[in-house]
C-alpha cells in the first residue's frame, strides 16, 4: 500500500522560506510522476507544482512560479518543494501525491493522482 508523508511545514514571515519533504513508499517511487498541492480554509484544492519520473521536467501553478522549486531524489523516494519569498496568500495545506500513471506527464488535475499525504500546514504571516 502506498504511503506518503509530509513534512516541513510551519509558521513564517511573509518573504521567508520554507521546505516541504514528501517521504513515498509502497511502489517504485521512480517510476511516477508526482504533485503538490494546496487548499486554504474556504478554497478548493489547487495545484501547486509537479514534476516527472525522472525529475526531468516540471511545472508550475502562475501563483508560484519563480518563487517555489519542486524536485525529487529518487534515492530516498522523497518529492521537494521549495518555497521561497513566501507570501500571506500562499498559507494553506500542502500535500502531495503520487499519479495514477506510470511514466505519466506530470498533470494538473487532482484526478490524475491516486495516494495522497495527509498535508502539511503552512502559514505565513504579514
Known amino acids: 500500500q502506498v504511503q506518503l508523508v509530509e513534512s516541513g511545514g510551519g509558521l513564517v514571515q511573509a518573504g521567508g522560506s520554507l521546505r516541504l519533504s514528501c517521504a513515498a513508499s509502497?511502489?517504485?517511487?521512480?517510476?511516477?510522476?508526482m504533485g503538490w498541492f494546496r487548499q486554504a480554509p474556504g478554497k478548493e484544492r489547487e495545484f501547486v507544482a509537479a514534476i516527472t519520473d525522472s525529475g526531468g521536467i516540471t511545472y508550475y501553478a502562475d501563483s508560484v512560479k519563480g518563487r517555489f522549486t519542486i524536485s525529487r531524489d529518487n534515492a530516498k523516494n522523497t518529492v521537494y518543494l521549495q518555497m521561497n519569498s513566501l507570501k500571506p496568500e500562499d498559507t494553506a495545506v500542502y500535500y502531495c501525491a503520487q499519479s495514477q500513471w506510470i511514466a505519466g506527464i506530470p498533470s494538473r488535475q487532482l484526478n490524475d493522482y491516486d495516494y495522497w499525504g495527509q498535508g502539511t500546514q503552512v502559514t505565513v504571516s504579514s
Open positions: 509502497g511502489r517504485t517511487f521512480s517510476r511516477y510522476s
